[in-house]
């Protein structure tokens, strides 16, 4: 429960006419976590078996059309073939899947083009002429473009007016401007282009109408729209046909793909497993660590599949073995190995501290968010979103734990929605957050102290452990001897119990030699910290007391409106609502980020240090 899985280093021989089976079996065993080994005088690295190239080309094949069929998970099993069988359907997939998308993509090619027509001979609609009118002239120049209003086609019919008779304005609305086509003779070209820009023109881009050969140009831009619009139509019944076939492909063949892709990945997983090994000419050597309780079971069974030709050597780890950690915690508080996994796992002879977790984060979750109503509310929450989320269920496990210990604290401070008081009935409490300030603070500073000392005691079990009773005197009990000293001195300062001073500060002279010993200057340095770690924890009642407050002034806000009577009332409970709702929230992430962060910050840089490597053995799925 305080430490991981006892493991047993595992090193395994033997020739290579053997080496697959014995792949085959360990990955079937899944339980050894492979040591890779690193090339070197002795021995080189292992090559991949024969298939792997074969398996590799295959599965890229299948990766390519499950993301391409958006296949997400499978609704039943698949038997599969041999892998002959699994390419030749793959295969398939892939071309039908490609020459649909091919289609799809044809079409959504073809649609594009056709709406950016649409879109530009829709500025021409209004315009009552053939197409062919606005192909390029050799005694005429062609403006198209849009202007702000009718006052700036005026003003250029008069300007036009002044210097040439041979022009002509038609004009079309256009979302909130006005599309206008101009006709001038060639030699005016300039002279309009200068009055159009006086007026704010701004030419239109009709690339797409201009480049485009399709068009009937002898009719109206009208009528081409009619025809455009029903091609439309049939590139979206054609791509529904396709998006149809795509469908019933995908249906048809998700659990193939599903059940051939699980299957090649193991596949090619052995294949590419001794590239991981040592390796000589005709011989193969594997590394690795195997929990020492399945020791004897997987050494018996490797025997077998090795048809005794094997060599297997183990011991149990040794002093600076980089051994790879499996947590070992009980049902009830495994869900906290989630905050361990996220932070840094225990080294090998470290103590693990999800079990303190387990004692202590519900404890300061519901000190801070302690009320019978926001209990239950959260409780709620927190189990209908487990059902909706099951990969989350390690945390919300947690996170129902520790509302269930806001309900708890909700009884101790008779809180309920921030009230002490519902209709005429006062609610039983042991301690009134609002009224009990100080008492909160005697508390969380008394929580602080005992959850920092036992962190120190954590830490001296660490370091005796790890190198002897002396390391861990010097580098650990002389923080309590700090301690003592610190308490001897407060007392003897405020009068409290007659003692000279001189003791509490040979006490704490003591303790600083005990620390430079230990930790050189930095342990000096960090003297402080004692005092700032244990008064950090006045944030269990810090956070506690914003959220009643922040509760009391939405109940009060309520009330005042309830008295007012009336449309009021709705009024009140919108601001009931609204009000407890955000307080919630801001309660529960509070209560959840400060509970970590005593825990992470306060609690673990006593004792815990962590960076070993999570027990990964092959042939099992990453959880």
Known sequence: MLKPYEMSKILVTGPKKVQENVVNELHQLKILHIVEHSKNELADIGQPMETAAKLSEIIVKIRASINSMGIKES?????????????????????????????ISGIEELRSKNLAIFAELNLLAGISLPLESFEPYNSLAIFMGYVQDSYDISYLRDSLSEETEK??????????KIFIALFVEIGKKEYAANILQKTGFIHANLSSFSNNNMLDRSVSASESIKKIELQ????????????????????????????????????L??????LKFAATKGAFLIKG????EQLNSAIENLNKAGKNKIFIHSEHAKLGDKVPIKLKNEKYSKPFEFFINMYSLPTYREIDPTFFMFLTYPIFFGFMLGDFGYGVVSFALFYFL???????????????????????????????????EVGNFNIPHLLSRSHSVFELMYISIAIGVIHVNWGLAAGFFNVLKAHGLKHAIFEKASWFVLEIGILLLVLSYTGIIAIPSLIGWAFFAVSAAMLYKGEGIRGIIEIPTILTNTLSYLRLMAIGLSSVSIAIVVNEMAEGFFHEGGFLIFAGILVLLIGHVLNIVLGLFGSFLHSLRLHYVEFFSKFFEGGAEKYKPFGAKEQ
């Open 386 to 420: 487990k059902k909706r989320m099951p990969k989350g269920a390690a945390l919300f496990n947690v996170l129902l734990l520790s509302s269930l210990s806001s309900i708890f604290f909700g009884f101790i401070y008779g809180e309920f929605f921030g009230l002490e």
């Open 167 to 176: 022009f002509e304005v038609f004009q079309s609305p256009a979302d909130k």
């Open 269 to 274: 997983e052995k294949a590419e497993a001794p």
């Open 232 to 267: 439309l139509q049939k590139l979206d019944y054609a791509k529904e046909r396709a998006i149809n076939r795509l469908e019933k492909l995908t249906y048809e063949n998700k659990n193939f793909l599903l059940a051939a892709e699980e299957f090649l990945s193991n596949e």
């Open 75 to 103: 609704d039943a099993n698949y038997p599969i073939i041999d892998i002959f069988g699994i390419e030749k359907k793959a295969n398939e997939i892939s071309e039908a899947v490609s020459r649909n998308n091919r289609e």
């Open 289 to 292: 660590w195997v929990p020492a």
